[in-house]
C-alpha cells in the first residue's frame, strides 16, 4: 500500500531555533496535511495544503505542497518548549470510493530549555 | 463543544477477554474511523465507516470488530485479546479533509 516516508525520526533542538521536516511519499497526493500530538492527547490538525507548490502559514508554521505532489515540509520558526510534541505528515488521494488519509510515522521533536 | 469523545480513557484486559471501546462524535460527520499508536510504527488504520451502518476494513483489522449502527457513534470490539493489542486506540471523524481525533484510550493488555 501507500507509504509516506517522514524524516527526521526525532529532533532535539534548542530554543530559538528554526526546525524543518519533511514527508515524501511514492504516490502522488491531492492533499497534504500536517497535525501536531501532544503527550496524551489525541494529534490535532496544524495546516492543510490542497494545491502542488502551496505555501500556507500557522502563526510560526509554514508548510509546503511540493510541486512533484509527492513531498511536503514543516518549518517551525524561533521553536520554543511548547512545540514538544509528535508531528505527522498526512496525504490523501481521492482515488477509489474513500479517500482515507496516509499518515507518516511521525517527528518526534524534544525542545531543550 | 465536546468533538470526539472516547471512553474508556484507560483499560487492562486479561489475554482472551473481550471489550467494547466507545466513540463518539458530535458533528454530524459522515466519516469516522478506528487507528492504533504503537511507538515507532504511527497511525495504523484498523477499520472506518463512510456513513451510518456501514464499514470496512483499514490496514490492520485482524483480531477487531466494529459497528456503526448510528451515526454519532463508532464502536471498536475485540473479541479475545491478545498482548500484541496493547496499544493506544485513537477514533477520529471527518466531514472531508480533516480529521478531528479523540484523546485515545490506552489499552494493556496481560
Sequence with gaps: GQQLNQSPQ????QEGEDVSMNCTSSSIFNTW????????????????LYKAGELTSNGRLTAQFGITRKDSFLNISASIPSDVGIYFCAGRNYGGSQGNLIFG????????P | NAGVTQTPK?????????MTLLC??????????????????GLRLIHYSVGEGTTAKGEVPDGYNVSRLKKQNFLLGLESAAPSQTS???????????????????LTVV
Aim: charged share 20%; proline share 4%; glycine share 10%.
Design chain 1, 33 to 48: 496535511l500536517w497535525y501536531k500530538q501532544d503527550p496524551g492527547e489525541g494529534p490535532v490538525l496544524l495546516i492543510a
Design chain 2, 24 to 41: 463518539a462524535q458530535d458533528m454530524n460527520h459522515e466519516y469516522m474511523y478506528w487507528y492504533r499508536q504503537d511507538p515507532g510504527m
Design chain 2, 88 to 106: 493506544v486506540y485513537f477514533c477520529a471523524s471527518s466531514y472531508s479533509f480533516g480529521y478531528t481525533f479523540g484523546s485515545g484510550t490506552r
Design chain 1, 105 to 112: 510515522k511521525g517527528t518526534k521533536l524534544s525542545v531543550k
Design chain 1, 10 to 13: 526525532s529532533m532535539f533542538i
Design chain 2, 10 to 18: 484507560f483499560r487492562v484486559l486479561k489475554t482472551g477477554q473481550s
